[in-house]
């Protein structure tokens, strides 16, 4: 889901029990507390180098909780990809060659980036 699209986000609110979410820097995780359902959880795995607003009325009301996690190693990491296989949880991430690794810096640097950048290492 395209979070600045306000149809989007109005579509899905309180919809969700789990987001993961991976953003590294600062932003506005009350509307994504806005997505989750009644008991929904919002998994903190991104840190951000400024502190996040914490509303406390969408937690208390919806009974919502934020936990956080680091990043597991690989038996934690295949454990994650087989949950995600087993229950067809995909992730939307736009395959850059290492030809390419300079523009799609430029790109994030411009905030030009719809999903995650993942790096084809097979072709270097």
């Known amino acids: 889901m395209l979070t600045s699209d306000p149809a989007a986000m109005s579509k899905s609110a309180g919809r969700l029990d789990l987001i993961v979410d991976t953003v590294s820097g600062p932003h506005d995780i009350a509307s994504a507390l ?28 919806g009974r919502r909780a934020i936990a956080g996690s680091l990043i597991g190693g690989v038996p934690e990491t295949q454990e994650m990809l087989d949950f995600c296989a087993k229950h067809k949880v995909l992730a939307d991430v736009e395959v850059v060659e290492p030809a390419r690794i300079n523009e799609a810096y430029e790109r994030l640097t411009k905030g030009d980036v719809r999903y995650r950048f993942s790096i084809d290492v097979s072709k270097l």
Do not use: C, D, H, R
């Open 34 to 61: 806005g997505l989750l359902s009644t008991s929904g959880t919002l998994a903190l795995v991104g840190a951000s180098p400024e502190a996040l607003a914490l509303p406390a009325f969408p937690l208390i009301m």
